[in-house]
């Protein structure tokens, strides 16, 4: 089992930088890709990056491409993304997921997911 908590959601302005973590515990972090999914009001649950395990390969989706950055510190256990220019359609309850080595680009290739962290971004 992995256990996955995120943090650093809140309320912030159009335009502002966010910083979400995913930590993980349980089994070597070192061996799980690492992704983030998001979650809009009236929408389903899509895709936003992901980090496979070694470092090597990033993925992003085409909608926050050049705003997202994702990376992973594997001497914290932890899974980051970082958000610049925000904007008010990225309002939504960001979920960090893991899978053991494999590639993460839709929800079933996850294994693993933690209780969601909201972002709410205002005007």
């Known amino acids: 089992q992995v256990q996955l908590v995120e943090s650093g959601g809140g309320l912030v302005q159009a335009g502002d930088s966010l910083r979400l973590s995913c930590a993980a515990s349980g089994r070597p972090f070192r061996s799980y890709t690492m992704a983030w999914f998001r979650k809009a009001p009236g929408r389903e649950r899509e895709f936003v990056a992901a980090i496979i395990w070694s470092g090597v390969r990033l993925d992003y989706a085409d909608s926050v491409k050049g705003r997202f950055t994702i990376s992973r510190d594997h001497a914290k256990n932890t899974a980051i993304l970082q958000i610049n220019s925000l904007k008010p359609e990225d309002r939504a309850v960001y979920y960090c997921?893991?899978?053991?080595?494999?590639?993460?680009?839709?929800?079933?290739?996850?294994?693993?997911w933690g209780q969601g962290t909201q972002v709410i971004v205002s005007l």
């Open positions: 997921a893991a899978a053991r080595y494999r590639m993460i680009r839709v929800e079933s290739q996850s294994a693993f």
